[in-house]
């Protein structure tokens, strides 16, 4: 079984896929089989609708599906935000019809909410191998100046035409490819809160997204300029990164981890670069997957063997300290409790400290052996992103010095997840490694 049918398989809420050249002819197929009987919308973007909807459409109508009236934003500038959900509640309202979203992130994520405001299920047609959230549940949207996940369910179907994303600007590709290289310092995440035994690896999310996720990865250069054969290949592994969400609820962990912590803390930070834009969710992760492999790099050089675990167990503040330190380090921010509370959850006692470094001077390497099979060096992944087009310094995305230092920092904080930040940590290294990234890399 290849990974798009264990994917399907294990899928609680997407049931049909189509990833290729000229599949956007299937649409039809796709939605007369998933949603027999009922009326179509088409949702877009203008721009979205020039590349691909007025074709989609177009087709709905002449397989014999009745459509309502399409549904076409003009605003040059739209972003996933609160009023655009107003303006479709509104519209869907009115019909009974399944929305079919033609776009990328912003259109599918406003008509996957949308759609669950209706009691709805929806489908996408995809214009971008931008980012892997076609198929995950959940919604981000900017609501109040706030970013904020809605829950709500994934597509019941995906048409991913190759040729459709070909067209796409090139900054969308890279968005995408960044996104995807996410997942292997994400893997290394898991591989460690694995070896800890704070989270085991499930088998079946995990082979999912990193089955043939270096593979994918492979051609940054194709990527970029349109190649079919790499252009699917990218679309198939965001797509599967969605999936394994879907087969793993408990969390996104199959497909994010400290390097999206970064993204994370930026949004919650409303950065935007001079021109007065957030940079896309990719471009941002990007930069936290150096971030990520930088500081594997330095957890790789150290010998575990020498750690003074008395030492370290000794100095490991309690948790009311470090809630105070962390309701200090946000209080002039919007959400001064939020990161307390992760904190909290995440928070190990001193005996559980003693043992999570008992198990990495014990399981040293082990440990190693298997985040050396998983990770991309620093150098690696610069070259394959700047190949691609995607940022790989935080100036390339309007981010000065000090806010890059301070973002690192405060990453750690606003998950629970246990990622490398949380070793750093624990190892008392966080400001160490961080400061050596910001005069290496990042000079």
């Known amino acids: ?20 050249s000229g599949v956007l002819d299937k649409v039809p197929q796709v939605f007369k089989s998933q949603f027999p009987g009922k009326k179509a919308v088409v949702v877009a973007h203008a721009a979205t609708w020039a590349v691909a909807g007025e074709r989609v459409d177009t087709l709905l109508r002449q397989a014999g599906v009745e459509t309502d009236a399409s549904i076409v934003f003009k605003d040059a500038d739209m972003h996933a935000e ?6 479709l509640d509104a519209k869907l309202s009115h019909t009974g019809a399944v929305a079919v979203a033609v776009g990328s992130g912003t259109i599918n994520d406003i008509t996957k909410l949308c759609s669950a405001h209706q009691g709805r299920p929806y489908m996408v ?18 609501r109040d100046g706030i970013k904020s996940t809605y829950k709500c369910a994934a597509p019941q179907a995906v048409v991913a035409d190759v040729d459709v994303l070909a067209t796409a600007p090139a900054g969308m590709t890279a968005s995408g490819y960044a996104d995807l290289m996410a997942k292997v310092p994400a893997g290394a995440d898991w591989i460690v809160a694995d070896v800890l035994g704070v989270e085991p690896i499930d088998p079946t999310p995990w082979n999912i997204v990193q089955g043939g996720l270096h593979d994918a990865l492979s051609h940054p250069e194709a990527c970029r300029e349109g190649d079919p054969k790499a252009l699917q290949a990218l679309a198939e592994g965001l ?20 390097e999206h912590q970064i993204s994370h803390m930026l949004n919650m930070d409303r950065f935007v670069t001079p021109d007065g834009q957030a940079p896309s969710h990719g471009f941002q992760v990007s930069i936290g997957t150096i971030v990520s492999l930088f500081f594997y790099e330095q957890l790789l050089h150290t010998d575990l063997s020498t750690l003074d675990i008395d030492a370290l167990v000794m100095r490991w503040p309690s948790l009311e300290e470090q809630k105070e330190a962390s309701l200090r380090m946000f209080r002039k921010s919007d959400f001064p409790t939020f990161a307390a509370g992760e904190i909290e959850a995440k928070y190990s006692s001193p005996e559980e400290l003693r043992r999570h470094f008992e198990i ?84």
């Not at 079984?1 to 290729?20: F, K």
């Not at 609160?82 to 303006?87: S, T």
């Not at 629970?416 to 624990?426: E, G, L, S």
């Open 360 to 443: 990495m001077r014990d399981r040293q390497d082990e440990l190693k052996s298997r985040l050396r099979q998983q990770l991309l060096t620093v150098p690696q992944a610069i070259g394959r992103l700047k190949a691609v087009g995607a940022p790989v310094h935080p100036r390339d995305i309007g981010l000065g010095r000090e806010q890059m230092r301070a973002t690192i920092i405060r990453s750690q904080q606003i998950r629970r997840r246990y990622t490398i930040f949380d070793v750093a940590v624990r190892m008392g290294t966080m400001e160490e490694w961080a400061d050596r990234l910001m005069s290496s890399h990042f000079a």
């Open 239 to 258: 797509m599967l990164g969605g999936f394994a969400m879907q087969a793993y609820p408990a969390s996104s962990r199959p497909a994010s981890g400290a």
């Open 125 to 142: 047609v995809a214009t971008a191998a931008s980012m892997d959230g076609y198929v995950a549940f959940g919604a981000s949207i900017t």
């Open 1 to 20: 079984m290849d990974r798009v049918q264990l994917a399907l398989s294990n899928a609680t809420q997407t049931h049909a896929l189509e990833i290729g």
């Open 82 to 87: 609160w009023k655009y959900i107003e303006q």
